[in-house]
């Protein structure tokens, strides 16, 4: 018999009426013969208000209580679905993350999950019920009760779906799949019927938010089909896996944006070894962390390097750089916070010939000056003027043609 893991994010199960649509489909699916499991996320914005809650309480929660009062939110969700579940004729039970056996590391509000023991839920499987699970939670080596992160009811689908070794794991949100844009930003961005796991990581991380980033990495790493549809309505949705046709390969799919990016750019660095580590370490070491770096060719001895990273690290980022400046005896350092990046995404696209020029000619007759360029395997970036971001993921869509059906 199939087994499938579905996860529902917090819109999809945001009040009774819509836990019961949700348990209409779940019961769906298994009278259509599969063993089901399914993992909720809390019910609409509870995390958030939950949040500001103990913000009113206190200003410095303490993390374990923070995480013990933020797994309530997919307890709730978790039991209600069961009992929709129940009112069906469906026999269901809820497991919370530690019943359910996820073991996690004991870092508090980002905890990693370290391994999965899935007994109970084989055995209530087996016993034919549909097993539902709590999202984003798990349990230490202390028995204390840890949450994955913002948005950490992905992970723990995807890793359920691996531990279960189960033929497929669907994320059911509001959205109707990966678009070859935002389509808030290019209205004729299309739904893609596919993409391949490392595609969907620079369209994730790279602002197309719809689903975890570690999530999309662990199905990666385990091989395991993960479908994103929309809870909403009934259209197949688009499904991540491993694109293996040679055809899928070096073409663009798809254009990611970024509003989230300024630079710092320290001006008359003494070109000499130990220079750049001297700048970046203190940098990591208060957990900053940095994109995109250049460093033009030393004239005279003295280099210019210019580094992006997110808007909110820029003025604490921007304290410590002036201090190593003057310590390193550098002529300035200037910021910029206005920026965003964008990005043509596809698999092997760094080795097809044209796909850059074609980026900077598009970006040209735009008038969109690039600040920055970076490449990796699967991507070209640009860092370009925030206010031109929008019209810059235009034109490219239109110059890449991804609003014509692929077939
Ligand atoms: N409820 C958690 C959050 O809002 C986890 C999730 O939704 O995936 O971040
Ligand atoms: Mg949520």
């Known amino acids: 018999m199939p087994l499938i893991v579905q996860k529902y994010g917090g819109s999809s199960v945001a009040d009774a009426g819509r836990i019961r649509h949700v348990a209409q489909r779940v019961a769906a699916a298994k009278s259509a013969g599969n063993q089901v499991v399914v993992v909720v996320s809390a019910m609409g914005d509870t995390t958030d208000d939950l949040i500001d809650l103990a913000k009113q309480i206190t200003d410095q929660p303490s993390p374990r209580e923070m995480d013990l009062l933020l797994s309530t939110g997919e307890t709730i969700s ?76 992905d992970t723990t689908a995807v890793a359920l779906a691996c531990a279960l070794t189960a033929d497929e794991c669907q994320i059911f949100t509001d959205v109707t799949g990966i678009y070859t844009a935002d389509p808030r930003v290019a209205p004729e961005a299309r739904k893609l019927k596919d993409i391949s796991y490392e595609e969907m990581l620079e369209m994730a991380t790279l602002g197309a938010r719809v689903m975890h980033p570690r999530s999309v990495e662990l199905g990666s790493v385990y091989g395991m089909p993960i479908r994103v549809a929309s809870s909403f309505g009934s259209e197949p949705g688009t499904l991540i896996h491993e694109v293996s046709s040679m055809e899928a390969r070096n073409k663009v799919r798809g254009i990611a944006h970024d509003l989230d990016v300024a630079k710092i750019t320290i001006v008359g660095v003494p070109d000499r070894p130990g220079i750049a580590a001297t700048i970046f370490a203190p940098l990591a070491a208060a957990g900053l962390s940095v994109d995109t770096i250049v460093q033009n060719a030393g004239r005279e001895k003295f280099a210019d390097l210019t580094f992006t990273l997110s808007k909110t690290d820029l003025p604490r980022a921007m304290k410590l750089v002036q201090g190593i400046a003057k310590d390193i005896n550098a002529r300035d350092c200037i910021s910029d916070s206005d920026l965003g990046k964008v990005s043509i995404v596809g698999t092997g696209i760094q080795n097809a010939p044209g796909y850059a020029a074609r980026m900077f000619e598009t970006l040209f007759k735009e008038r969109i000056n690039i600040e920055m360029i970076t490449t990796s395997e699967i991507r070209i970036t640009c860092v370009v003027a925030e206010n031109r971001v929008a019209d810059a993921v235009r034109a490219l869509h239109r110059a890449f043609e991804l609003e014509q059906p692929e077939d």
């Open 78 to 153: 978790m039991t209600l679905m069961s009992m929709a579940l129940h009112g069906l004729d469906c026999d269901a039970i809820s497991l919370s993350g530690a019943q359910a056996g996820i073991r996690t590391d004991t870092l508090f509000s980002r905890a990693r999950i370290l391994s999965i023991d899935p007994t109970r839920v084989r055995q209530e499987l087996g016993d034919g019920k549909v097993v539902i699970v709590a999202g984003f939670q798990g349990i230490n080596e202390d028995q204390d009760v840890t949450t994955l992160g913002r948005g950490g009811s």
